[in-house]
Nanobody, 120 residues
Framework: QVQLVESGGGLVQAGGSLRLSCAASGRTFSNYAMGWFRQAPGKEREFVAS????????NYAVSVKGRFTISRDNAKNSVFLQMNSLKPEDTAVYYC?????????????WGQGTQVTVSS
């Protein structure tokens, strides 16, 4: 059973930084892609960033490119999202997700989410 546990959310002023962590357990993730998604109140959940566990290849939403950085620590089975130059519109619940990149484009596993609030 795959488990994903996020941490690191909080309240920050605009222009500040936060680092989110996602601890993954339950299987070997070498073939997996890990993603960060977010959902703001009244809006649909949207893609933020992803990383392939095997080769470290990354992808970003246009809205966060240049401000956010996704990374992984294979030894700790953890994925991180470094968020800099935060804006009020980044306020959302952030979710870590995982998918078997060799079999599906769909993210099948999700964490419980962590709240990020950016004040103006």
């Amino acid at each position: 059973q795959v488990q994903l546990v996020e941490s690191g959310g909080g309240l920050v002023q605009a222009g500040g930084s936060l680092r989110l962590s996602c601890a993954a357990s339950g299987r070997t993730f070498s073939n997996y892609a890990m993603g960060w998604f977010r959902q703001a109140p009244g809006k649909e959940r949207e893609f933020v960033a992803s990383i392939n566990w095997s080769d470290g290849d990354t992808n970003y939403a246009v809205s966060v490119k240049g401000r956010f950085t996704i990374s992984r620590d294979n030894a700790k089975n953890s994925v991180f999202l470094q968020m800099n130059s935060l804006k009020p519109e980044d306020t959302a619940v952030y979710y870590c997700a995982a998918r078997d990149a060799s079999t599906t484009p769909r993210y099948d596993y999700w964490g419980q989410g962590t709240q990020v609030t950016v004040s103006s």
